[in-house]
């Protein structure tokens, strides 16, 4: 016997807050990912 499906909002299904520092983080460690990526190419080629 199939159990009927649940209709849950999307607020209701997430049960949290969904903070944007996650768009901080990214934007903070792509430019130091990138930096950190041309010292070593810079080291290894220099």
């Known amino acids: 016997m199939a159990e009927e499906e649940k209709h ?3 607020e209701d299904a997430r049960s949290g807050s969904t903070p944007h520092i996650v768009r901080y983080i990214l934007g903070i ?3 130091l990912v990138v930096i950190g990526m041309l010292i070593v190419l810079w080291s290894y080629y220099g």
């Open 8 to 10: 849950v909002a999307t």
């Open 29 to 31: 460690s792509l430019p």
